[in-house]
């Protein structure tokens, strides 16, 4: 599993750098979250990009945001259950 997190460590990198670019991305306009979400604030705007974008899942290791389990239509995964879905 070392290789699956590596990728979710560089997915995760990769997540947080487009924090900046999601709102700025054309076709997708972010929507804000009335009320907090996640237990951790910082990270409610994730599940707002995947709302706007129409992501089936999410895939981190994030622990707060695997807490939420789900947000509206987009589940949370962490790597090794989206691997053994795929296979």
Do not use: H
């Amino acid at each position: 599993w070392r290789r699956c997190d590596a990728s979710a460590t560089s997915l995760l990198r990769t997540c947080q750098s487009s924090r900046s670019i999601a709102s700025t991305r054309p076709g997708v306009n972010l929507v804000p979250l009335v009320d907090a979400v996640c237990r951790d604030p910082d990270d409610d705007w994730v599940p707002a990009t995947a709302l706007a974008g129409g992501a089936e899942a999410i895939v981190t290791g994030d622990a707060d945001l695997l807490a939420l389990s789900s947000y509206k239509d987009t589940r949370m995964l962490s790597p090794r259950q989206f691997v053994s879905r795929q296979v």
